[in-house]
Structures are given as structure tokens and as C-alpha cells.
């Protein structure tokens, strides 16, 4: 039967050419077009002012430097990947990154002969724009849509926010997150551990997507084990441990050890690598890594994103449930280890944007000057990690 208007007219769906300019001019895709040419128009700025890279310009990916504006979005974590391509995972060092990105650049290079760090860059891309899409249908969903915009705004113009256009899986989490837990508030649990784990595969912090699905259900059926353990939809939970004891078994018959995922952490970095928050301001001397104190000064407006979700949570606001759940374990974990990665791992953190962005909403005086701030140490930033400077 079909839906009706106020005065009783039939609602027509929309044809694939309506939905395809809907798509065109909604504001994720035109945000992801304004921020991919920004990106590419820096690389190639950059790379064409300054050639050379501050750290290992020896081994830099050669097949990428004629090409300039893309060339800046291949550094660090995207050679670990490469690594795997062409070696697999020949050592436990290797399994410091999870294999999807891998496993994903080296089989279209196979099937296309497109270059597999042409790949990375293309997925991440086009996992980002919908990541986008999603995260902007679930905050329309919670709040209103200018409040979804500047959320989604501030998400991209984060100081770190690059990650999601470089060849690392980083938009692979973000999109597996916020779909998960889309498919969550659905009721489609088994369908939202299946995105979830897709995720994991790509970057092992996606896992703190699960709490988000967790929510979902406790939600949607209460604080009652017996319901929860016997019902289909915690298979959706449990995909991703079947997933890492796949990984973990393979592991142990390739390198001989299962839990290699884990033990190549420290191989070839020192303790501050991992430290937390409170072990940098305690141990590390800014002269000898500035870049971790940036990261500590650019973690407060995520604090501040998550002090809005618990105060949404505290006034019953129960739609805030499922992403507030995601955002404060992924950032009680960040804050707590792996101090080398935290920016990154910031800018993945988007359900802390969403209370950011209703407060600027109301706050028109602040737009410009809180954007453009963020906007503008993320250029400097993006330099940095372009020409292999300490931004991991």
C-alpha cells in the first residue's frame, strides 16, 4: 500500500536519476569533494615545494613521486601494508597491521594491474565518503540537521582528520563502525557484527564498535542473560573473536606465533610508543617528541565531545546510546595507550563530534574561528605526515 501525504496524495519514490542527484548535492558527498581536493591540492603543493622527506626518503615509494598530489597520501602505515603485499606476513613484525587493506590493494592489482598503493588510496577514499554518509544519516537521526552538519564539519576538519584520505584503513573503521551500529539500532545484530568484523579486519581498534552493538541490544531487550545469550543476535558480537582466532591460527602457521598481532608491538619502538596520556605528561621531554603533546592539546575538544554524550545519556536522551557507548571506550583506549597513533586514532573517534557540533550550532560566532583553527593545523599537520615527519 502506498504512503500518502497530508492532502492524500501518493508519494512516488524517487527514480535512480533523482536519487543520484539527491546523492550529488547532499552535503557528505559535497563535503568529501571539497576536503578531497584540499588534499590533493596540498600533496601536490607540498610535494612539488619540498621533495625531499624528512625521514627515509631512501625507500619512499618511487612508483608514487611523479604524481605529486597523490603522492603525500602514502607514508608510514601504508608501507607496512605494502610490505605485506609484496612479502606477505614473512615475520612477526609484520602482523603489527591487520591484513584487509593488504589483502584487498594486492588482489585488484592482480585482477587489474593498478598499482597496489593507487589501491589503498582509492579505498580509503571511497570508504570515507561513505562513512560519511552514514555517520551524517546517524546524527540526523539523534539531532537536527544543522547540528548534524557542523558535527560532520568539525569531524573533517579535525586536525587529523587526513588519515581518512591517505592509503591506511582508518575509514575502513570509521565506516565499519558507523555502519555496525546503524544496523544495531535496526535490530539487525548478526548483520552489524558482520560489518563490524569487516572492520577489525582492517584495523584491530574497530573492535571498540562492539560496545556500540552491545548497547543496541541491552536497548533493545534489557538488562535480562537469559534473553541476550539465547537470542540469534549475539552471533553479531561473536563474529569478530571468530575472526581473530582465524587471523591468530594463521599467524602461528605462518610466523609460529599465534599471538604475533600482539607480540610485534614493541618490536623496533621503544616504551613511548605506547604510553597513555598521563605516562607522556609524565615521562616524555617535549623536545624529544612534540608531536605526542600536540596530539594530548587536540585530545580536549574530544573530551569535551565526550562530557556532551555523557550529559545527553544523564538527561535519558536514549537515542545517544549506541554511538556514545562506541565513542567513550574507543577513547578511554586511546587515551590510555599507544600515544605514537593517538591523532589518528582521534579523528576516528566521530560520535564525540556530535555534541560539538549542536553546541557550535547555537554558537554562530564561533563557526568561523573554530573551523578555520582546526582547518588550519590540519594543513600544517598534513605537511608533516606527507613528507614523513614523526606523524604516525
Known amino acids: ?9 501518493a508519494v512516488q519514490p524517487l527514480s535512480f536519476g533523482q536519487r543520484l542527484k539527491a546523492f550529488f548535492t547532499s552535503f557528505p558527498f559535497l563535503l568529501f569533494m571539497g576536503t578531497r581536493l584540499a588534499y590533493v591540492g596540498m600533496s601536490w603543493m607540498g610535494m612539488t615545494a619540498v621533495e625531499t622527506l624528512y625521514l627515509h626518503d631512501y625507500d619512499r615509494h618511487r612508483v608514487l613521486q611523479p604524481y605529486p598530489w597523490i603522492d603525500g597520501l602514502c607514508r608510514w602505515d601504508c608501507g607496512w601494508f605494502h610490505n605485506v603485499v609484496i612479502n606477505g606476513y614473512m615475520n612477526v613484525e609484520y602482523a603489527k597491521v591487520f591484513p584487509l587493506l593488504a589483502v584487498i590493494g594486492g588482489g585488484v592489482e592482480r585482477l587489474t594491474g ?7 588510496i582509492i579505498v580509503a577514499n571511497a570508504c570515507a565518503l561513505a562513512a560519511y554518509v552514514v555517520i551524517y544519516k546517524l546524527f540526523t537521526e539523534i539531532e537536527n540537521e544543522e547540528a548534524a552538519r557542523f558535527a560532520l564539519l568539525l569531524f573533517t576538519a579535525f586536525p587529523f582528520a587526513y588519515y581518512s584520505a591517505a592509503g591506511y584503513p582508518e575509514s575502513i573503521m570509521m565506516l565499519a563502525t558507523a555502519w555496525s551500529i546503524a544496523l544495531a539500532r535496526r535490530g539487525k545484530h548478526i548483520s552489524g557484527g558482520l560489518a563490524l568484523t569487516v572492520g577489525f579486519a582492517a584495523r584491530h581498534l574497530t573492535l571498540a564498535g562492539g560496545a556500540g552493538i552491545l548497547a543496541a541490544q541491552i536497548r533493545q531487550r534489557g538488562l535480562h542473560p537469559k534473553k541476550f545469550l ?6 553479531g558480537l561473536l563474529l569478530p573473536w571468530a575472526f581473530l582466532a582465524a587471523f591468530s591460527w594463521y599467524l602461528s602457521w605462518k610466523v609460529g606465533d599465534p599471538f604475533a598481532w600482539w607480540n610485534s608491538r614493541k618490536i623496533g619502538w ?4 605506547w604510553y597513555g596520556a598521563r605516562q607522556v605528561i609524565m615521562n616524555v621531554p617535549y623536545r624529544e617528541r612534540p608531536e605526542y ?9 574530544l573530551l569535551a565531545g565526550a562530557a556532551g554524550l555523557v550529559a545527553a545519556l544523564k538527561k535519558k536522551r536514549w537515542e ?4 556514545s557507548a562506541f565513542g567513550l571506550v574507543l577513547l578511554a ?3 590510555s595507550s599507544g600515544a605514537a597513533g593517538m591523532g589518528r586514532y582521534l579523528a576516528s573517534i566521530w560520535p564525540c563530534f556530535l555534541p560539538l557540533g549542536v553546541w557550535l550550532a547555537k554558537h554562530p560566532k564561533w563557526q568561523g574561528p573554530v573551523l578555520g583553527f582546526f582547518w588550519m ?5 598534513f605537511f608533516l605526515f606527507s613528507h614523513q615527519w614523526r606523524v604516525l
Not at 230 to 235: A, Q, S, T
Not at 293 to 301: A, E, G, T
Not at 320 to 323: M, P
Open 1 to 9: 500500500m502506498e504512503s500518502t501525504g497530508e492532502k492524500g496524495a
Open 114 to 120: 593498478i598499482n597496489h598503493l593507487v589501491v589503498f
Open 230 to 235: 539465547l537470542n540469534p543476535g549475539v552471533i
Open 270 to 273: 621503544n616504551d613511548w610508543v
Open 293 to 301: 603533546f600536540y596530539y594530548l592539546l587536540f585530545s580536549i575538544p
Open 320 to 323: 545517544y546510546v549506541e554511538i
Open 333 to 335: 583506549v586511546v587515551m
Open 377 to 381: 593545523f590540519q594543513g600544517l599537520w
